[in-house]
């Protein structure tokens, strides 16, 4: 299965990631956590995403492809795979799609979560994570035992900078503008399916297990 997340910040889409991914036993591609890694490793890619990165610049579209292009070629996504946070605007998707193609793995689905702005502001104002190891958690839907400290390690929690809700306003802008016209791009396809996300994450994850359910029926006949 091949299947692709779209949503913007604040919508879940990480924990549903790592949930399906967990389920199906395919990879998860995150573009942030496949970008670090293709740098450490010092992969082609990672070399020139390395450049842009240290110049404090914007890797642009055509290394992020490459990027993609060494993971999804690789043994490891034969199974399947789950692409989050990448594609981000109709150019790369454009691009995407072309080496799909060249890879004869097209996308199967387009899983958009859509939820309200001002439930995405509460929820990513109110997110705290863990600099030790990574642990998330929310003041509100998920606190820690002891305020600000993190139940697994001890570590002091913290509060990302683009998470302050002065900036989330501008992020969600940011997504309306780039990202959320692939909506209608996938939809065009035939490949989309919006799920309400507004509600606790076990039940969005068993909207997306039935809607693959659904598709998969609809494959077998």
Do not use: W
Request: net charge neutral; charged share 25%.
């Amino acid at each position: 299965m091949r299947i692709l997340f779209l949503g913007p910040p604040g919508s879940g889409k990480g924990t549903q990631c790592k949930k399906l991914a967990d389920k199906l036993k395919i990879v998860h591609l995150s573009s942030g956590d496949l970008l670090r890694a293709v740098v450490a490793a010092g992969t082609p890619a990672g070399l020139a995403a390395k450049q842009f990165m240290d110049a404090g610049n914007l890797v642009p579209d055509d290394v992020l492809i490459a990027m993609f292009g060494e993971k999804l070629s690789s043994p490891e996504s034969a199974p399947g795979f789950i692409l989050d946070g990448f594609p981000r605007n109709l150019k790369q998707a454009e691009s995407l799609d072309a080496l799909l193609a060249e890879l004869k793995t097209p996308l199967d689905v387009v899983f958009n979560l859509q939820i309200a702005d001002d439930l995405l502001s509460e929820r990513i104002t109110g997110r705290r994570s863990c600099p030790k190891c990574g642990a998330v958690y929310h003041v509100n839907f998920h606190p820690p035992k002891q305020d600000n400290i993190c139940d697994a390690c001890g570590g002091t929690l913290t509060q990302r900078s683009d998470d302050k809700a002065e900036l989330v306003k501008a992020r969600l802008d940011t997504y309306r503008k780039q990202t959320a016209p692939l909506i209608e791009y996938y939809d065009g396809q035939r490949k989309l399916q919006t799920i309400a996300a507004n509600g606790e994450p076990d039940d969005i994850f068993e909207k997306i297990l039935a809607e693959l359910k659904v598709l998969e029926n609809s494959h077998s006949k």
